[in-house]
């Protein structure tokens, strides 16, 4: 018999090398862009959240599984992103 594991416990297995550079970032002016509101509710990491400005923030990219899913919702114009440089970022442990 196997045993069933949750979502947040697979993701818990995953091992995040942090990044000397930001590989994801909101361009210059784009705070506001009602697009990056799409990319709070559907990160599955949940690294954007909106401040009392009604700003959409990136607090931190630590623990972003590069799945690109803010990069499809928001579009290129938003967001500045990129695949982190070679061994840093999300190494995957789950199958």
Known sequence: MSETVDLKAK???DVFKPVAIPHIKIRPGMEKDPRLKSAVRICPAGLY???ENGEVVLATIDGCLECG???IACGIEVL???HPEGGT???LRFG
């Open 69 to 71: 899913t803010c990069r």
């Open 80 to 82: 500045d992103w990129n």
């Open 49 to 51: 959240s909106e401040n």
């Open 11 to 13: 993701l818990g297995l």
């Open 89 to 91: 970022g999300v190494q």
